[in-house]
């Protein structure tokens, strides 16, 4: 046996076969690829997710506003994505109180117009009951809570 021969070996990955190290490099971005893919597919599922609960909320705001007389309240239950940061409906102007946008917690903005006219209101993410009410303050306008 011998021991004076032992050379200390500090390449590291340098003296490793090019071949393991393209491999390791192109294996380290395919795993980071698939993590950024995931998490828009996520991203993608609350946006859809909040669009069907928010249309919900707008199906029934039309039908009372077309239909409905004065102080008609219906109330709805809806599970709102938490990662949506807010919905508002209507606005302080009388031109955009038929317009209505989801503002999710990244940013994204989805923005639609209804054929009601909203009282401004705001609400956020989580489950709950939504009181859609149609009031009449000189103007016919659905109220939501």
């Not at 709805?76 to 994505?81: A, H, Q, S």
């Not at 709950?128 to 809570?145: A, Y």
Request: one cysteine or more; proline letters at 1%.
């Amino acid at each position: 046996m011998r021991c004076g021969n032992i050379k200390k070996d500090e390449k590291g990955v340098l003296g490793l076969p090019i071949q393991y190290t393209v491999a390791g490099v192109a294996a380290a971005v395919a795993i980071a690829g698939m993590f950024v893919a995931i998490h828009h597919l996520w991203q993608e599922y609350e946006e859809k997710k909040a669009i069907e609960e928010t249309k919900k909320i707008v199906d029934e705001a039309e039908r009372i506003y077309e239909m409905g007389e004065e102080e008609t309240i219906i109330t709805l239950k809806v599970d709102i994505p938490s990662s949506v940061k807010k919905i508002v409906f209507g606005s302080h102007d009388k031109a955009l109180q038929n317009h209505y946008y989801i503002l999710m917690d990244w940013g994204k903005n989805i923005s639609s117009f209804s054929d009601a006219k909203f009282d401004y209101s705001v609400i956020y993410g989580g489950r709950k009951s939504i009181k859609v009410e149609l009031i009449n303050g000189g103007e016919k306008l659905v109220k939501i809570e």
